[in-house]
């Protein structure tokens, strides 16, 4: 039976676009999910100290190497030389595939050979404030963790190709079972070998995502060869195609390590508070930005190369409004219940009263500038619709500076008394707290993406002119209105709640959250239908449209 199971699972094949886009949003929420209780467990076993601190620390490098090296070229080159080759026939296509994933597997090895070598002396440079001890912890864990990078890399080759062939049911659980690994180490790993036992999770996670995948490559007719031409054009065009992408996401991980360096001079804990609010920040625009920007890309793709620049700017437009539609008032809700969500995730074991207060400030930060996080990768979609990634990876690189610049500035100035950190520390609930100066580094992140967004939309309006700015402008001031409205509206409902639901289990906790929240958003929509919103009449319609069909086919 289990053999049968797992046979259908590799050989299933997702034909129609919608179904595969529905597999991958449910398997990405069960990730995030899973991802949740993974920090959770962290928080509940380490608490928001030295311990979290390190593990964030160490994750950093490892990390680096394979969103930057990796995620970059499957982004932008792999699908396309691949797909290009398999025009020609199934064994050209795999000729490209055995020589990129043996060249791909030599090169991480020897670079996270060389990187494992100078451990000690990288981790001195992103985690300068840590004390011997906390140095010597983050440099074992960063050279367990570089064998991730090395099975990751390898098997996120692999899910692009399986992608190709419309394996997405298998390529959507990998993620799933690498947070699984985690999970793993957490329980089982930590208790045997300490906080080695963490990363060894993580290894363990990359392991598992590069096994379930290895069978379903090889169903499709895949055989390994002894490809090892580094002059290969097909290779030498994935490099080329690589490159820009690559320093955007380079750009985007170096602001990480910025955070880590100054967050390791600050209070012990604040790296893991930081990481912690970031972690349950980035969902929100998993679920909401990133899924309209993907779905919209072969479209703006197809427009612009048959050169109807109208129809391209409408459909950018058209997203534009819907993503800000939801996401501003999504951040607002989630900015009145933020001490209710961190308590959800995080709120157990070791992880203190103040720990929650403070990774609640630093989320409720995050929530201010979670639209121009949003936006940035729409707005970046369209640039390479346009086949122009130089834009998008330059002003990544100037966010570097202003990262550096805002975190700096914000932490000196709340390391003193003045009216900026008094009104802050009141309107995010935490007065006379002593790590005040952590809420700086969401600060800046946040600050730093709306400076990303201003720089990319005032290169992409002298590109291409009008974007039905009115539009966009009419369509914000009906979400700012609205979400004006339903964050008092909110308010109230938390407030009256907390008379009769009170907030000592975890259940009591989740209750309230769910009903103010659920109730919040419903307002939110029935206020933007009032100001006829047209992203609101439009999701009207699709659900009212859907329901018709539903009972016409249930009839």
């Known amino acids: 039976m289990p053999i049968n199971f797992f046979r259908k699972i590799y050989n299933h094949k997702t034909e129609r676009v919608s179904m595969a886009a529905l597999i991958l949003s449910v398997f990405s929420f069960s990730s995030f999910l899973l991802g949740l209780l993974r920090d959770r467990l962290l928080t509940s076993t380490f608490g928001a100290g030295n311990e979290l601190d390190v593990y964030y620390a160490a994750f950093r490098i490892p990390d680096f190497i394979a969103i930057v090296l990796m995620t970059g070229a499957i982004g932008v080159a792999i699908i396309p030389i691949f797909t290009k080759n398999l025009v020609k026939g199934k064994e050209q296509a795999f000729k490209y595939l055995s020589n990129l994933l043996n060249l791909s597997l030599i090169s991480l090895i020897v670079i996270c050979a060389i990187l494992f070598v100078f451990t000690p002396s990288m981790v001195f440079l992103i985690a300068p404030g840590f004390s011997e001890e906390k140095m010597a912890a983050t440099s074992l864990l960063t050279r367990i963790m570089f064998l991730s990078p090395i099975l990751l890399g390898t098997s996120n080759i692999i899910s692009a190709v399986l992608r190709v062939f419309q394996r997405f049911l298998i390529t959507a659980i990998a993620p799933v079972v690498y947070n699984l690994g985690s999970i793993i180490g957490i329980i089982f790993f930590?208790?045997?070998?300490?906080?080695?036992?963490?990363?060894?999770?993580?290894?363990?996670?990359?392991?598992?995502?590069?096994?379930?995948?290895?069978?379903?490559?090889?169903?499709?007719?895949?055989k390994i060869k002894n490809n090892f031409d580094f002059l290969d054009k097909d290779f030498l065009l994935t490099l080329k195609l690589t490159a820009p992408r690559a320093i955007g996401l380079a750009a985007g991980q170096i602001n990480l390590i910025i955070v880590t360096i100054i967050g390791s001079s600050l209070i012990p804990g604040s790296i893991g508070i930081f990481s912690l609010a970031n972690d349950l920040a980035l969902p929100i625009i998993g679920l909401v930005a990133v899924p309209f920007a993907i779905a919209v890309f072969p479209?703006?793709?197809?427009?612009?190369?048959?050169?109807?620049?109208?129809?391209?700017?409408?459909?950018?437009?058209?997203?534009?409004?819907?993503?800000?539609?939801?996401?501003?008032?999504?951040?607002?809700?989630?900015?009145?219940?933020?001490?209710?969500?961190?308590?959800?995730?995080?709120?157990?074991?070791?992880?203190?009263?103040?720990?929650?207060k403070l990774t609640a400030a630093c989320f409720g930060i995050f929530m201010l500038g979670l639209f121009a996080q949003g936006l940035v990768f729409l707005v970046s979609k369209a640039f390479y619709a346009m086949r122009n990634t130089k834009i998008p990876a330059l002003v990544s690189i100037a966010s570097v500076a202003t990262t550096v610049v805002f975190s700096y500035f914000f932490i000196w100035l709340l390391s003193f008394q003045n009216i900026f950190s008094i009104f802050l520390a009141e309107a995010l609930k935490i007065e006379g707290m002593q790590n005040l100066p952590v809420v700086a580094l969401p600060l800046a992140i946040s600050l730093d993406a709306v400076f990303q967004l201003m720089l990319l939309l005032f290169f992409f309006k002298r590109k291409v002119g009008d974007f039905y700015i009115k539009e966009i402008l009419n369509s914000l001031g009906k979400v700012l209105g609205a979400s004006f409205l339903t964050i008092f509206f909110t308010y109230t409902i938390r407030q009256i709640l907390s008379n009769y639901i009170t907030l000592e289990t975890f259940f009591e906790v989740f209750l309230q959250a769910s009903i103010a929240g659920g109730l919040g958003f419903l307002f939110y929509l029935l206020i933007s239908l009032i100001f006829k919103s047209p992203e609101g009449v439009a999701l009207k319609n699709l659900l009212l449209s859907q329901m018709g069909g539903l009972l016409n086919h249930t009839k």
């Open 190 to 222: 930590v208790p045997r070998f300490g906080i080695s036992g963490l990363a060894w999770g993580i290894v363990l996670g990359a392991l598992l995502h590069f096994l379930i995948q290895v069978p379903a490559l090889f169903k499709i007719g895949f």
């Open 299 to 356: 479209a703006l793709s197809l427009a612009y190369s048959k050169g109807e620049k109208k129809e391209m700017l409408l459909k950018f437009s058209s997203v534009f409004r819907q993503i800000i539609f939801l996401i501003i008032p999504i951040s607002c809700i989630s900015f009145i219940l933020r001490a209710h969500l961190v308590r959800i995730a995080f709120g157990a074991g070791r992880f203190d009263w103040t720990a929650t």
